[in-house]
């Protein structure tokens, strides 16, 4: 049924701490990329089904990453002259990845994807390239777009846990980007991975739309706050949060096995 009709009554007052999840989970995914950690569990927790769940999680980050994609570009620190290959690559690995999950099994990604979240979590605590300044980049821009962009769109788009951790990391490690830069550069990726599944979950009518809409509302601004955090402190706060971030999920999935 194109682009949907999922209602569930939600009361005002549980949609006030949808408001607040979103408005939370925006703040830690623009600074570490794990806002949804926060407010998947949510969803799931007040009743709404899994395939819902994921729906309206995926409708309401895409305004957080959008809120805080424009104010890391109106701050300068996003080149899209440089991104827009990646940009088209990752959304073209999403869509193949989004249709190809609902032909494959995800159990082998859900056994490997926390041990890769945990290598990381190492990478950003011992790595001397993550800071706040540039370092030579290992791979050309070319090289990057297809392999990154199109792999960890194709990730995202099949299964999607921790691709704001792996974007920063392949900036950092491959591009040697610092952290801020690789921080905003991530954010843009991000948006066009779950935009693309998104489209498909709006036409197949699986988003709740009382959620989505307040949560997206707090998004925005929660995205808008951590980002300006993000520009004003740099690696002093991106590496820690993503430390904690890439362990957290991996815990949470290797709980949920």
């Known amino acids: 049924m194109p682009f949907g009709d999922s209602i569930i009554e939600l009361s005002l007052q549980l949609l006030a701490l949808l408001a607040l999840v979103g408005f939370s989970a925006g703040f830690v995914s623009s600074i570490a990329g794990a806002g949804g950690l926060i407010a998947l569990p949510v969803l799931l927790s007040i009743g709404i089904p899994p395939i819902n769940a994921l729906a309206t999680n995926k409708f309401q980050s895409v305004f957080g990453t959008l809120s805080s994609t424009i104010n890391y570009f109106r701050k300068g620190h996003i080149d899209f002259s440089r991104l827009y290959p990646a940009l088209l690559c990752a959304g073209v690995g999403a869509a193949v990845g989004t249709f190809a999950v609902q032909n494959m099994s995800a159990d082998f990604l859900q056994q490997l994807i926390p041990f890769l979240l945990i290598g990381i979590a190492l990478y950003f605590w011992f790595s001397p390239r993550v800071d706040d300044h540039d370092s030579h980049p290992r791979i050309s821009?070319?090289?990057?777009?297809?392999?990154?962009?199109?792999?960890?769109?194709?990730?995202?788009?099949?299964?999607?846990p921790g691709i704001g951790s792996f974007f920063a990391f392949a900036f950092t490690s491959l591009l040697g980007y610092n952290m801020r830069r690789a921080t905003a550069n991530t954010k843009p990726l991000v948006l066009m991975t779950n935009t693309t599944s998104l489209v498909i979950f709006l036409w197949s009518g699986q988003v709740i739309w009382s959620a989505a809409i307040v949560m997206a509302l707090g998004q925005i601004i929660g995205a808008r706050l951590g980002s300006s955090m993000v520009i004003r402190r740099g690696a002093a706060l991106v590496r820690p949060a993503i430390i904690l971030a890439t362990i957290a999920m991996a815990v949470k999935l290797l709980l949920s096995q």
């Open 141 to 160: 821009q070319g090289k990057f777009n297809w392999t990154v962009g199109g792999g960890i769109g194709f990730y995202g788009g099949f299964f999607g």
